[in-house]
Structures are given as structure tokens and as C-alpha cells.
């Protein structure tokens, strides 16, 4: 039972325009939430968190949005560029077992020049 | 920085055979985590340690064990090993704050022949 899902498993954009990942959960108890990006034969790279007392969080280009009764997030990032094309995976976590933090299957970023 | 190490990157084993992968987390990090990635799959948490006792534990088969040793690096010890072994193996360090913010290694690609 996939508790955090990306439904996108790709995405193209082209470069400058807005990229929108999208991610839902399904436990409740989570309240922390993690996007991390990946490049081939790399590990995972953290990129920018929410706490659940939140409903956004802004560094630089990008941007998450947490709607906490929805359970759902999105990462934005604006303006894409090249080098962010990436897998991002969505990651959270539950204050009750902070030490397992759940991984969603990913989605494939593109950025097309 | 110093980041992650894990050791060794490629290793190429035959069924039945044991393995053993390393994992060195960043300096003054107390929690470890182990994670596979199967081909085109996200990661799956296996296991975590904090202050060398385990914390937390996944979907890790019985026939791995894993520990995390008084200088903090931790060994993930796979016995048994058969074709579907064959994956990408994480593993991420992290201060105890309640964050989750992981730090991952390159990771470790195991091939089960």
C-alpha cells in the first residue's frame, strides 16, 4: 500500500515556463514533507521541506504548497530551467517514527530548451 | 563538505552468495538509514539506526541484517542473496532533529547473478 504517491510518472516543460509535481499521501500522521531531486547514477538530493503547520514554503525557484485536508502537495518551480531536469521524488514523514521517511515513486522531470 | 560514503559502489554477486555494503555518514550525523531501489521503482526503506540502535524498520527480508557500529558508520549484510536482490542500495544520514532531511549516499548497485 503506496502511502505517498506521484501519480505523474514524467513531465515535460519547456524551459522558463512553470513545472507543477504533484504528490498525495495517505497517512495522516504524516506532518513533515520532503522533495528531493535525483540525477542518474547519483543518490537523492534534498531540495525543500514543509512542515504540516505550514501551507508554503518558498527557497529561490522553487515553492511547496501543502494542502493538509486534501493531502496533497505540490512543488513549483519557477522559471525551469535544463538543469533541473531530475526525478523528484516526494518524501514524508510521521512525528510518531521520525526515522522512516517514506519515498513516493517519483516523477520525471524534463525541461526541454 | 564531506557527504555520505558508501562503499563499495558496484558489487557483482552470485545467488546464494553473501554481501556486505558500507555505509560512512556525515560527520556528527547519529541516524542512519538503509534503502533499495529496484529497477524503475522508488526507494524502499529497509532500516534506520539512531545512536547505533535501530529505530525504525521497514519491508528489510530476514535474510539482511544490518548495524550500525560506535563510530556511527553502519554495515548492511545481505545473505542468501537471490536474482530480485539486484538493486540500487541508499543510504542516508541525518541529524535527530525531528527533520527528516536525509543526506544521501551515491549508493551501492548490487547485481545478483
Known amino acids: 500500500d503506496q502511502q505517498v504517491k506521484q501519480n505523474s510518472p514524467s513531465l515535460s516543460v519547456q524551459e522558463g515556463r512553470i513545472s507543477i509535481l504533484n504528490c498525495d499521501y495517505t497517512?495522516?500522521?504524516?506532518?513533515?514533507f520532503l522533495w528531493y531531486k535525483k540525477y542518474p547514477a547519483e543518490g537523492p538530493t534534498f531540495l525543500i521541506s514543509?512542515?504540516?503547520?505550514?501551507d508554503k514554503n518558498e527557497d529561490g525557484r522553487f515553492t511547496v504548497f501543502l494542502n493538509k485536508s486534501a493531502k496533497h502537495l505540490s512543488l513549483h518551480i519557477v522559471p525551469s530551467q535544463p538543469g533541473d531536469s531530475a526525478v523528484y521524488f516526494c518524501a514524508a514523514s510521521a512525528k510518531t517514527s521520525y526515522d522512516k521517511v517514506i519515498f513516493g515513486p517519483g516523477t520525471s522531470l524534463s525541461v526541454i530548451p | 563538505a564531506a557527504g555520505v560514503i558508501q562503499s563499495p559502489r558496484h558489487l557483482i554477486k552470485e545467488k546464494r552468495e553473501t554481501a556486505t555494503l558500507k555505509c560512512y555518514p556525515i560527520p556528527r550525523h547519529d541516524t542512519v538509514y538503509w534503502y533499495q531501489q529496484g529497477p524503475g521503482q522508488d526507494p524502499q526503506f529497509l532500516i534506520s539506526f539512531y545512536e547505533k540502535m535501530q529505530s525504525d524498520k521497514g519491508s528489510i527480508p530476514d535474510r539482511f541484517s544490518a548495524q550500525q557500529f560506535s563510530d556511527y558508520h553502519s554495515e548492511l549484510n545481505m545473505s542468501s542473496l537471490e536474482l530480485g536482490d539486484s538493486a540500487l542500495y541508499f543510504c542516508?544520514?541525518?541529524?535527530?532533529?525531528?527533520?527528516?532531511?536525509?543526506?544521501f549516499g551515491e549508493g551501492s548497485r548490487l547485481t545478483v547473478l
Open positions: 542516508a544520514s541525518s541529524r535527530r532533529n525531528g527533520a527528516g532531511e536525509l543526506f
Open positions: 514543509i512542515s504540516s503547520i505550514k
Open positions: 497517512n495522516s500522521m504524516f506532518d513533515y
